[in-house]
């Protein structure tokens, strides 16, 4: 669990916790990127180039963090499902071959050979490597910003189209914020109690949650009629927690049960995206989903559960 008042980071706290974010936040920035790229009609190549140079240069950063990780990050990280799931290889594998775009699978490969490590003490060079690794990762995930506000624009103005939704082009945007903030805070030392800000944490993915079901239930095949009325059902669920745990902030909920609601809720929805992505690399599920996003958003729900497991004992 993550704890302290105002203290500083230790090195030891500082390069983990630094690995683990980006082992998770900067593979869902290449897949955005992915998603981005793919999503773009023939008259925004340039777009469309820009977005494959993003996806490889986090394919870089992802590659250098897999080769520090070993025997520094937690186990409670590595076995959450959020770094890769049982999917992943081949979900990249399919994804691959549907687009033509060359996704390197070596990198999940050494993702899953990771060890786990408890290390209380790091080299200064380490401590450095990271320090540097993660002043990149800021000007990558801002630059990657920008791109999305631009596509964003563009598409409300009607001066683009992709076959992106807007409200996902602004989701995964919140989601970059995100990581950026949280890669800000570690570079500041800044040791954060998680626990101290978990209604905040609710409150965002609840609502990343409730897109997700929402998304799915969009891109279905109107044939798909139980896939799309369970979704609509965990979008419903999803927005009522958003609304709780926005309640709970102004004192007006108890927190603790908005964070066991929300654990049950996640679960619930955990075990329906993993089911659907087996469905999808089965061939047994009617979409116009791509593999990998079945699989990216299963890996940021078990991110979730992670963090609400560990609010609940706090």
Known sequence: ????????????????RSLELHLFFARIMKEHSFFLQVGFTPKDVVFAQQADRFRMDFDR???????????VVSRDVLGSG?????????????????????IPTGI??????LSPGDATVVSPMLERSVYMLNMRAMNLVDGLIRFKARILSDVLSCKMFTVNYPLLIDHIMREARLYLGLIRRLQNRE????????????????????????FIRGL?????NDLIEAANNFGKEFDKLTDEAKAALEKSIKPAKVTA?????????????????????????????????GDHVLREANHYLRLLKMFGQG
């Open 1 to 16: 669990m993550l704890s302290g008042k105002n203290t500083m980071l230790s090195g030891a706290d500082f390069v983990r």
């Open 61 to 71: 950063l992802l590659s250098e963090v897999a080769a520090l990780s070993n025997g």
């Open 82 to 102: 959020e770094v890769v799931t049982p999917y992943t290889l081949r979900a990249e594998s399919v994804s691959s071959f549907f687009t033509g775009v060359r």
């Open 108 to 113: 999940t490969q050494a993702e899953t050979a």
């Open 191 to 214: 040791n954060i109690d998680i626990n101290k800000e978990a209604l905040e944490q609710e409150s965002f993915w609840n609502r990343i949650m409730a897109e997700h079901a929402k």
């Open 220 to 224: 279905l095949d109107p044939t798909e």
């Open 261 to 293: 609601d929300s654990l049950k809720a996640t679960q619930a929805i955990r075990d329906f995206k993993a089911q659907g992505t087996q469905g999808l690399l089965e061939c047994k599920i009617r979409s116009i989903i791509i593999p990998l996003l």
